[in-house]
């Protein structure tokens, strides 16, 4: 077949693709009602005094708690090779609020590697395989559609295809969630943090506060709280309260809740990002980011 001719087909068949997919997503969007904000009770949050013998980190955190965001992300990187965990989300999407999901999640720093497994309310995918520069899609429609994840799609779309590669930062992709898949982790959720408090910093409209001790997942945590000049969904800055749940062992933040207003409540609720189950250090091997694997 020509080279002409042939990329004239492989663009009817994305073009052919995406249609199917958007169809499925509308109907899926047509189908379901408004979706309950699920905000569970959380153990109280206690401002209690500062240990003798508190490591410079604790120390770090109550007192310049931007420098040990900074700090909590350069330790990952150099300590952390890859983990396990569960990610529970909920998000504010341009269709309304997404159902609260739970995600399985496989994580390997180099190269970048992401398995996301849904267990409970998937959306068009079921799982996505992404590994960093592996798949490339050659005559992208645009050059955000470059990188590709392989996708193993939910139960009605698996009629159709069994897996297929798609675009991380298409239109797609983006009303399904608010952060594409190479934004997961530890480390860029940290990136994000650190980007925002620093451009507020820099303005002169950062507030960032410890604001004491708490538990989450059976676990200690510190609670640090950051406010925003937030406007709206198309402004600069992505939230304007956000409470971080920093786990006192792993320095990493566990559990992290946007809201668009200081009032928090389900009715300003943005984005709620818990990780459970945290293994570290699993031993991840190559087999464990392969499509193959899990028979896609």
């Not at 002169?204 to 538990?215: I, Y």
Request: proline fraction near 5%.
């Amino acid at each position: 077949m020509p080279q002409g001719q042939s990329q004239y087909t492989h663009r009817r068949i994305k073009l052919l693709v995406g249609l199917i997919l958007a169809g499925i997503l509308y109907l899926q969007y047509e189908l379901s009602g408004e979706n309950e904000v699920v905000l569970s009770s959380r153990a109280p949050v206690v401002l209690a005094a500062e240990r003798m013998d508190a490591d410079p980190f604790e120390r770090m955190i109550r007192t310049r708690p931007l420098d040990a965001l900074i700090a909590a992300r350069e330790r990952h990187i150099r300590l952390v090779e890859d983990y396990t965990c569960t990610l529970v989300k909920q998000e504010m999407l341009p269709s309304g609020m997404s159902e609260e999901q739970e995600i399985d999640v496989l994580f390997r720093q180099q190269p970048y590697s992401v398995v996301l497994h849904w267990r409970r309310n998937a959306g068009l995918a079921e799982r996505v395989v992404y590994v960093k520069d592996r798949w490339i899609d050659p005559d992208p429609d645009s050059p955000e559609e470059r990188d590709l994840a392989v996708c193993q799609p939910g139960a009605v779309a698996r009629l159709l295809v069994k897996s297929l590669k798609q675009p991380i930062r298409s239109a797609l992709a983006r009303r399904t969630s608010r952060r594409s898949v190479d934004e997961f982790g530890f480390t860029r959720a940290l990136d994000l943090l650190i980007k925002y408090c620093q451009i507020a910093k820099e303005s002169g409209e950062l507030k960032l506060d410890f604001c004491g001790e708490s538990r989450f997942d059976g676990r200690p945590v510190w609670v640090v709280r950051r406010h925003l000049p937030y406007t709206d969904a198309n402004g600069l800055y992505p939230d304007r309260l956000a409470e971080i749940f920093f786990d006192k062992e792993y320095r990493v933040p566990v559990a992290v809740y946007c809201y668009s207003d200081d009032n928090k409540s389900s009715a300003t609720l943005l984005g709620k990002y818990e990780y459970r189950n945290i293994r570290l250090h699993a031993g991840l091997r190559d087999a464990d980011f392969d499509p193959a694997t899990y028979g896609m």
